[in-house]
């Protein structure tokens, strides 16, 4: 394994997973492993990115660190402690957009401010910020069926940042939009990050989405269980090139280290 983070520890982390294992029960009786022996740190405010291919428990991760999945054995500490369940210290991006199709953009992205029961005034002033920052200004009004795949994202995106967490979860947020828009929002997620920084961990199975949007790439190895493959950070200058020579260097030790060929 190619370590790249051995300063890393616990206290250092923001994000620090120690051998987590997952195992669900299926039917009532028959058992899945999921994830094997997971171990894992993020930095404050790192983009790291989880790379995958399907049936890797990437997804199940993530949900663990969101709160919405217990480990069934291991641990996750976020600064430190122990988060008890899902909280809104993290917010979760996922590829299904899931916004409410009877609410605007701006409700949309005012529920949880509305939620935590913020006057109207200041939850649409915070909102019509997050929904600037992404690019949607003019379209607060929109419902989201009158919107494109790329536009939903952006107001899932928004939704994430408007509670202000520490921490986002992207469950690859992209991966149902065509090749066109993927790059776009490729672009557009680290233009985001770049000026209000979060920690982020972005799961993809695609390698050069991997590249364009990390400061550093975990691999996960299928079939199930998932376990930690490698490290790779990613010491490219932002905006990236794809065509870059050092850009396709790293495509190439990861294609050739993994079973993944995108
Ligand atoms: N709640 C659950 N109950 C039972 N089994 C589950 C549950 N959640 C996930 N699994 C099992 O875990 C497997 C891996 O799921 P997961 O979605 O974490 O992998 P993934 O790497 O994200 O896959 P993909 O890229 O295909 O979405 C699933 O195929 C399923 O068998």
Same mark, same amino acid.
């Given at each position: 394994?190619?370590?790249?983070?051995?300063?890393?520890?616990?206290?250092?982390?923001?994000?620090?997973?120690?051998?987590?294992?997952?195992?669900?029960?299926?039917?009532?009786?028959?058992?899945?492993?999921?994830?094997?022996?997971?171990?894992?740190?993020?930095?404050?405010?790192?983009?790291?990115?989880?790379?995958?291919?399907?049936?890797?428990?990437?997804?199940?991760?993530?949900?663990?660190?969101?709160?919405?999945?217990?480990?069934?054995?291991?641990?996750?500490?976020?600064?430190?402690?122990?988060?008890?369940?899902?909280?809104?210290?993290?917010?979760?991006?996922?590829?299904?957009?899931?916004?409410?199709?009877?609410?605007?953009?701006?409700?949309?992205?005012?529920?949880?401010?509305?939620?935590?029961?913020?006057?109207?005034?200041?939850?649409?002033?915070?909102?019509?910020?997050?929904?600037?920052?992404?690019?949607?200004?003019?379209?607060?009004?929109?419902?989201?069926?009158?919107?494109?795949?790329?536009?939903?994202?952006?107001?899932?995106?928004?939704?994430? +940042? #408007?509670?202000?967490?520490? !921490?986002? @979860?992207?469950?690859?947020?992209? =991966?149902?939009? &065509? %090749?066109?828009?993927?790059?776009?929002?490729?672009?557009?997620?680290?233009?985001?990050?770049?000026?209000?920084?979060?920690?982020?961990?972005?799961?993809?199975?695609?390698?050069?989405?991997?590249? +364009? #949007?990390?400061?550093?790439? !975990?691999? @996960?190895?299928?079939?199930?269980? =998932?376990?930690? &493959? %490698?490290?790779?950070?990613?010491?490219?200058?932002?905006?990236?090139?794809?065509?870059?020579?050092?850009?396709?260097?790293?495509?190439?030790?990861?294609?050739?280290?993994?079973?993944?060929?995108?």
């Amino acid at each position: 394994m190619e370590k790249g983070d051995a300063e890393l520890n616990a206290a250092a982390s923001k994000i620090h997973c120690e051998n987590i294992c997952k195992t669900f029960i299926q039917k009532n009786t028959q058992k899945v492993h999921v994830l094997e022996g997971i171990d894992l740190d993020v930095r404050e405010n790192e983009f790291l990115v989880l790379l995958g291919p399907g049936q890797s428990g990437k997804s199940t991760l993530l949900r663990i660190l969101a709160g919405l999945e217990t480990p069934s054995s291991g641990s996750v500490l976020l600064n430190n402690e122990t988060p008890q369940g899902p909280g809104p210290d993290r917010a979760m991006v996922f590829q299904t957009y899931s916004l409410f199709p009877w609410r605007t953009v701006r409700g949309n992205v005012e529920m949880g401010p509305k939620f935590k029961g913020m006057p109207k005034k200041e939850r649409r002033e915070l909102a019509d910020h997050y929904i600037k920052l992404v690019g949607l200004d003019g379209f607060q009004d929109a419902f989201p069926h009158q919107l494109s795949g790329g536009m939903k994202q952006r107001v899932g995106i928004a939704r994430a +940042y #408007v509670n202000i967490p520490e !921490v986002l @979860l992207l469950d690859e947020p992209f =991966g149902q939009l &065509d %090749a066109q828009t993927r790059y776009l929002m490729e672009q557009e997620v680290v233009r985001i990050w770049e000026q209000d920084k979060r920690t982020v961990l972005f799961v993809t199975n695609n390698i050069d989405e991997a590249i +364009y #949007v990390g400061d550093r790439i !975990v691999t @996960l190895k299928g079939k199930l269980p =998932g376990t930690m &493959d %490698a490290v790779y950070p990613v010491d490219l200058p932002r905006p990236r090139e794809h065509a870059d020579l050092k850009f396709l260097e790293l495509r190439r030790r990861i294609t050739d280290a993994t079973e993944l060929t995108l």
